[in-house]
């Protein structure tokens, strides 16, 4: 059974930084590339509506942002711990969201990385980030 479990979200204050963990179990994770999503807190939506935040190639080598978060985000890897992380700084009030990390296995892919949730096989609950103003 695939689990991906997220941590590490909570208050902070607006300049602030934050750190979440994506901690995979049941899959190779060294076989899948990883994305960070996030979605406004309080709607129901399809997760194919979530925005896209970030995204790292199964080795690590390749990393991709939204225009939103890049120069403040910060996506790795750490293959031997089964987990991603995404450490946010400079955080502003407009990144208040529940982050969902997901994974997807390209092996049989030329693609290495995408930024569409549709693309995305497996998907964690999300862990809730807010930032004050």
């Known amino acids: 059974q695939v689990q991906l479990v997220e941590s590490g979200g909570g208050l902070v204050q607006a300049g602030g930084s934050m750190r979440l963990s994506c901690a995979a179990s049941?899959?190779?994770?060294?076989?899948?590339?990883v994305g960070w999503f996030r979605q406004a807190p309080g709607k129901e939506r399809e997760f194919v509506e979530r925005?896209?935040?970030?995204?790292?190639?199964?080795?690590?080598?390749?990393?991709y942002y939204s225009d939103s978060v890049k120069g403040r985000f910060t996506i790795s890897r750490d293959n031997a711990k089964n987990t991603a992380y995404l450490q946010m700084n400079s955080l502003i009030p407009e990144d208040t969201a529940d982050y969902y990390c997901?994974?997807?296995?390209?092996?049989?892919?030329?693609?290495?990385?995408?930024?569409?949730?549709?693309?995305?096989?497996?998907w964690g609950q999300g862990t809730q980030v807010t930032v004050s103003s």
């Open positions: 997901a994974a997807v296995d390209f092996r049989s892919s030329i693609v290495v990385v995408s930024t569409q949730a549709n693309e995305y096989e497996y």
């Open positions: 049941g899959l190779t994770f060294s076989d899948y590339a």
């Open positions: 925005e896209f935040v970030a995204t790292i190639s199964w080795n690590g080598a390749v990393t």
